[in-house]
């Protein structure tokens, strides 16, 4: 069993950075697919990027290219979130995922592993 745990969430203001972690249980941590996802107030959870096992290859939404930036630290068995200029529209609640699958997907039903969710609100 695998368990996620985000942290780092926040309210700022808009133009800041933010950084989330996502903590990850379990010795084969280097083998998933890491992703990100959030959930907007009144909206559906969207996907924000992912970070593949395979090659190190990741992916981003439109909205958050250039701003955005997922790394990972194997050996701490953590997958970040670099968020910058963050605007009004990034508030929401933000979820790291985990997935076996090498492929970067972005629907919600390739993900097998999720976290409880951290808050980040972005005032203007």
């Known amino acids: 069993q695998v368990q996620l745990v985000e942290s780092g969430g926040g309210l700022v203001q808009a133009g800041d950075s933010l950084r989330l972690s996502c903590a990850a249980s379990?010795?084969?941590?280097?083998?998933?697919?890491m992703a990100w996802f959030r959930q907007a107030p009144g909206k559906e959870r969207e996907f924000v990027g992912a970070?593949?096992?395979?090659?190190?290859?990741?992916y981003y939404t439109d909205s958050v290219k250039g701003r955005f930036t997922i790394s990972r630290d194997n050996a701490k068995n953590t997958v970040y979130l670099q968020m910058n200029s963050l605007k009004p529209e990034d508030t929401a609640v933000y979820y790291c995922?985990?997935?076996?699958?090498?492929?970067?997907?972005?629907?919600?039903?390739?993900?097998?592993?999720w976290g409880q969710g951290t808050q980040v609100t972005v005032s203007s």
């Open positions: 995922a985990g997935s076996y699958k090498s492929t970067i997907y972005d629907t919600e039903r390739s993900y097998s592993y």
């Open positions: 379990g010795r084969t941590f280097s083998t998933y697919t």
């Open positions: 970070f593949s096992w395979s090659g190190g290859r990741t």
